[in-house]
């Protein structure tokens, strides 16, 4: 065992109570989850909560690590990444203002890939709950990034409709407030129904 300690064997120890364990780990692991907090939030204050959020369930539920399910690390980003998107998700709904950003997958800030998969998710669910046009104009415009004029061509309308289609179909989806603040945290990521 290194220096600091093997990151499982400190978890296994934690798990059984070790406080010595616990902060080895912590002095092991602080500065990457800070700093994947930070990246989140942008936010100094906020990032210090989440890594004591994070360190305090790993104190208490250490046992919850798998090692067939990831690393140490992986286990620890994902914590930390679930934690900075319940705390921006109170702060500013994620789908109240920004459905065009959003749906381009152009939001601002940290880890827009691990996001925008799960806001796009969201999306696809809300899109279930507009009508067929609509649905159909946003999504070849959104997601298979065709422009108006091939949308136009593909579903047979003119050009000004397919338009209309796309804003009248954004519009839909802001209206709809059961899906804002949809995507559930960690291990269960289940969404209530749209």
């Not at 700093?35 to 360190?55: Q, R």
């Not at 009508?131 to 000004?160: C, D």
């Amino acid at each position: 065992m290194d220096g600091i300690g093997n990151s499982i064997q400190l978890l296994e120890r934690i798990a059984m109570g070790s406080r010595h364990s616990f902060d080895l780990f912590y002095e092991k692991h602080i500065a990457f989850v800070f700093k994947i907090a930070l990246h989140m939030t942008g936010n100094k204050t906020e990032a210090e909560d989440i890594c004591h959020d994070v360190f305090l369930e790993v104190y208490q539920k250490a046992d919850q690590y798998q090692k067939s399910k990831g690393s140490v690390e992986a286990w620890l980003a994902i914590k930390t990444k679930t934690r900075a998107l319940d705390r921006l998700r109170k702060k500013k709904p994620i789908l109240q203002n920004n459905m065009g950003e959003l749906l381009l997958g152009q939001e601002k800030g940290a880890d827009k890939q691990f996001l925008y998969h799960l806001e796009r998710d969201t999306v696809i669910e809300a899109l279930k709950h507009i009508p067929k046009e609509q649905q159909e104009a946003i999504y070849r415009s959104y997601f298979q990034e065709k422009t108006h004029k091939e949308i136009s061509n593909v579903m047979n309308r003119p050009l000004g409709s397919v338009k209309s289609l796309i804003k009248y179909g954004l519009n839909n989806l802001r209206k709809q407030k059961s899906i804002l603040g949809q995507i559930r945290s960690s291990s269960g990521g289940e969404k209530d129904g749209i």
